[in-house]
């Protein structure tokens, strides 16, 4: 639940900000900034949740957004920092993403 009230803003952010490529960039940061101080494994309840989070919306939000910013190198390598957190903090439940 303290996960869904860091990363919930952050991630509708990423769908409202999209067209807005410089705020798009600070929203990915903030992501990155919060997803790499976690690490959860195996039976950590809040692994389920986060992978879920990932796989729902962190996700899809992403390709949507370097779908729009393709050309911009900016927001490309955020975004792939921003998923390599991601990885790092679920990597069980990331399996098949990438």
């Not at 409202?16 to 903030?30: A, H, P, Y």
């Not at 050309?71 to 069980?92: A, L």
């Amino acid at each position: 639940e303290a996960m869904d009230h860091l990363l919930g803003p952050l991630v509708r952010a990423l769908e409202s900000e999209r067209g807005n490529v410089s705020v798009f960039g600070d929203v990915l940061d903030k992501l990155q900034a919060v997803v790499r101080h976690y690490r959860m494994r195996g039976r950590d309840p809040r692994a389920a949740l986060v992978g879920k989070l990932v796989r729902e919306s962190i996700y899809p939000q992403i390709q949507l957004g370097l779908e729009a910013h393709s050309t911009d190198p900016k927001i490309v390598e955020k975004s792939c920092r921003v998923m390599k957190h991601c990885i790092r903090c679920v990597p069980d439940e990331c399996q098949g993403i990438m």
